[in-house]
């Protein structure tokens, strides 16, 4: 039977497979209701996060293509956000390398949060994904 404090250690954020403590990156900003909902997700199960606050260190198209690999571009782009609509973007036609451009250009126009731990990725608030990582 495993000790108490392996079960302890498993519950609140190792990473089973890498055997260390699980961290993750959350992009975002601090005015974002949907970042602040990440944060406190991973902070109240003791997951080491690592915050990068867009409106200080925008994104680099490296760390967005991996996201747009696995989503599309399209999933990047948050087309309710003020920016958008300030931009007045809602017509335009960019090619998807031409969105990840504006996208590090204009890091308001992103989906909030984006987050990664590892090879798990994930676009928005989803606790249920989230959930899944730290089994």
């Known amino acids: 039977m495993p000790s108490r404090d392996a079960w302890y250690d498993g519950w609140w954020g190792r990473d089973r497979n890498a055997g260390a403590p699980m961290e993750v990156e959350v992009f975002g900003t601090k005015k974002s209701a949907e970042t602040r909902k990440a944060l406190r997700f991973f902070g109240e199960r003791r ?31 948050d087309r309710a956000s003020p920016r958008f609509a300030a931009l007045g973007l809602g017509t335009s036609h960019l090619s998807d390398t031409g969105w990840l451009e504006k996208l590090v250009e204009e890091p308001l126009l992103l989906r909030q949060p984006l987050v990664r731990s590892g090879s798990h990725i994930g676009i928005g608030c989803d606790e249920t994904l989230w959930k899944e990582w730290l089994v």
């Not at 606050?53 to 760390?63: F, K, N, V």
């Open 47 to 77: 997951v080491k996060t690592h915050f990068v606050d867009l409106s200080q260190r925008p994104a680099s198209i490296g760390e967005l293509t991996r996201f747009a690999q696995k989503f599309g571009v399209s999933a990047l782009v």
